[in-house]
DNA sequence: GAGTGGTCTAGACCACTGA
DNA sequence: CAGTGGTCTAGACCACTCA
């Protein structure tokens, strides 16, 4: 025991048949995808499902509360069962890490950001599944706190996915929200990579620090509720007044 | 909307009144924690719990349930259900986030180990809940990987919660196993804060870099089923050649 | 008060494990 | 084969929301 061993990654959904709830939760999943019920829109309630699948009441509760783990819906009480959307909260809570030293959490707010078109090099072109010669839209933001630079932000999206998008102007300061409603594309799940490196000049001179300063580099794949990849990121922050919040449970 | 907005957290288990499964979920947690199946150890089987109990074996089931998504038991069809324990797999999921840039996972090795007992400073004893003047163990380990000193890692822990903590020689590579058989203390849920930070001298000495150069700090609470804390952790990582991989779902 | 999700129950059957 | 957890069903009642 306790010899170093390569393992694969294990979030397998487990059983080698198929249940008929997943059968379900699957064929929910195509008709939020396709936009049946869009985000922030009502599913139908758990007896009309049942009712319209064939199923009994409890299998489509399981389904929907399997969604509902994963984010991808919410239930209300005595409401309903909603296609989530980015709002403040989650998009505050899920999907930004960046905490203040005191613990208060706070979006941040845009105050500086560039749009420009540009051929995407390879790296990208594999990350978004493009094609050689493909373009990709690369957003520059500065995003700040109290008045301080806090993280430099640079987005990448595929041009093909975002038709026009330097048409909203000007750029909102929740993204996931614009990419939802100008594009019917929903970020439900990302993955990060945490390292510390040097600062470069250029971020250095708008993060207000020196050129060589330690920052955290988090380089994040945004994916949509069908698995595609639909963003990449990379951001540039100062840890000296926050952190990076995880929690291992 | 998109004005700045400051939130408190929201992982509220919810309603204002108290379900039956949630009270079988409770009196679970209760026994678990006193110890009457130890870690590794079966469950009863759900008929048997709920005949104890007095509740159906589907006010039972869900009790399990939401254990089993917080990784305090395992279920496992056809043999039952069993108390988490510390072996490599949660060990390394769970509580290793650190990842090679191939992206494969690996177990490092202990390298380096000293251990020594001191009085606890100030916020120390804020954060393990101890008297002016206890003392606290502490750990110095360096861990690598094929030969090369990944983490410089420094763990506190109360000495009344460990007695005779330097009688385990020599020290497991695994030390939540440790605390886990020697003490009756699981880590079942984590904190992390991630700093990118300027590299101390002693540190860049045994991580082969050089001072100033820089490094990710890692902050980890560990905490134990009851909630106590458990366990300081302080990491130095150098992210030349590995990451910090974060899972935003 | 009608409609929603949330809880609790009871029972049947399926899939998997290990003796 | 007996025993375990996993699925599926049906029905009753509770808590919550909103018109």
Redesign the pocket.
């Known amino acids: 025991m306790d010899t170093p061993i390569d393992t694969l990654s294990t979030s397998a959904p ?4 198929d ?5 379900v939760k699957r064929r929910l999943i195509e008709r939020i995808a396709a936009g049946e019920w869009p985000p922030g829109g ?7 499902l ?1 009712a319209e699948l ?6 489509v ?2 389904a ?2 399997e969604l ?1 783990s994963e984010n991808l819906v919410v ?7 909603f296609v989530s959307e980015h709002d403040q909260q989650r998009t505050l809570f899920q999907f930004f890490k960046i905490t203040s030293d005191s613990g208060k959490r706070q979006f941040p707010e845009t105050t500086f950001a560039t749009r420009a078109i540009r051929k995407a090099n390879s790296k990208e072109r594999k990350a978004l599944s493009l094609e050689k010669g493909a373009s990709v839209w690369q957003v520059l933001r500065h995003r700040s706190l109290e008045g301080r630079v806090l993280v430099v932000e640079r987005i990448v999206l595929a041009a093909e996915m975002f038709p026009d998008f330097d048409r909203h102007e000007p750029l909102p300061n929740n993204v996931y929200r614009l990419y939802e409603r100008g594009y019917g594309l929903t970020v439900t799940r990302a993955v990060e990579e945490l390292r510390a490196v040097a600062c470069r000049k250029d971020d250095a001179a708008a993060l207000g620090c020196r050129e060589g300063d330690p920052v955290l580099r988090v380089d994040r794949i945004g994916y949509g509720i069908t698995g595609k990849t639909i963003e990449l990121r990379e951001s540039i922050c100062l840890t000296d007044k926050v952190h990076y919040l995880s929690d291992l449970h």
């Open positions: 487990k059983p080698g048949y249940p008929l709830y997943r059968q009502g599913l139908p309630s758990e007896t009309h049942a064939g199923v009994s009441q409890g299998t509760r399981k929907l509360d509902a239930r209300r009480q005595g409401r309903g069962t």
